[in-house]
T-cell receptor, first 115, second 115 residues
Framework: DSGVTQTPKHLITATGQRVTLRCSPR?????VYWYQQSLDQGLQFLIQ???????AKGNILERFSAQQFPDLHSELNLSSLELGDSALYFC??????????????FGPGTRLTVT | AQTVTQSQPEMSVQEAETVTLSCTYD???????LFWYKQPPSRQMILVIR??????QNATENRFSVNFQKAAKSFSLKISDSQLGDTAMYFC????????????FGKGTKLTVNP
């Protein structure tokens, strides 16, 4: 158990809908990262938040958005869902100390199926 | 942009034997980190080992060790005394140092340990 929690574990929804994925980082970690794992694209970085502020952005679609709240949990919002958005979405967190911040610990993921 | 290549889509090894998974990367950065992550059938992403580019000594974690060849941009993972529980997808990942903390992943190698 990495200490990172994600809810829900599974989500099935229809095209055009909107969903919210939730992540709680390890206790004390200020950084949260979101990754998407799909069969055709592999594991891709989406976005990073550090202590409530967006810090880095990757290949995140405009239909997707994220935020990190004062209690450090994060939410990834996916809207106007398409079949191709079906994937495993991971959240990861890392410590704030200089060396350990390079180690990211992953949650169990949320499996999104768009039908 | 950095790229990570894992040229072995699948490998197999007999229990108790040693296996080496290959990874090459392309970067113009001098400050970076390399990682191996394990993804068993449960889909959880587990950090196996980390290597800092500025360190010449190869990292080791119990039965797992790396062969880091900086000039060749090669970062292989050696698993000694393979166990059935080592059966998993293994991903090589790159992270640029100096504040950009996103992970760039290879496509993975599926390792099967046979009894």
């Amino acid at each position: 158990d990495s200490g990172v929690t994600q809810t829900p574990k599974h989500l099935i929804t229809a095209t055009g809908q909107r969903v919210t994925l939730r992540c709680s980082p390890r206790s004390g970690d200020l950084s949260v990262y979101w990754y998407q794992q799909s069969l055709d694209q592999g594991l891709q970085f989406l976005i990073q938040y550090y202590n409530g502020e967006e810090r880095a952005k990757g290949n995140i679609l405009e239909r997707f958005s994220a935020q990190q709240f004062p209690d450090l949990h994060s939410e990834l919002n996916l809207s106007s869902l398409e079949l191709g958005d079906s994937a495993l979405y991971f959240c990861a967190s890392s410590a704030s100390l200089a060396e350990n911040r390079y180690e990211q610990y992953f949650g169990p993921g949320t499996r999104l199926t768009v039908t | 942009a950095q790229t990570v290549t894992q040229s072995q889509p699948e490998m197999s090894v007999q229990e108790a034997e040693t296996v080496t998974l290959s990874c090459t990367y392309d970067t113009s950065e001098s400050n970076y980190y390399l990682f191996w992550y394990k993804q068993p059938p449960s889909r959880q992403m587990i950090l196996v080992i980390r290597q800092e580019a500025y360190k010449q000594q190869n990292a080791t974690e119990n039965r797992f060790s790396v062969n880091f060849q900086k000039a060749a941009k090669s970062f292989s993972l050696k698993i000694s005394d393979s166990q059935l529980g080592d059966t998993a997808m293994y991903f090589c990942a790159f992270m640029k140092g100096g504040g950009s903390e996103k992970l760039v992943f290879g496509k993975g190698t599926k390792l099967t340990v046979n009894p």
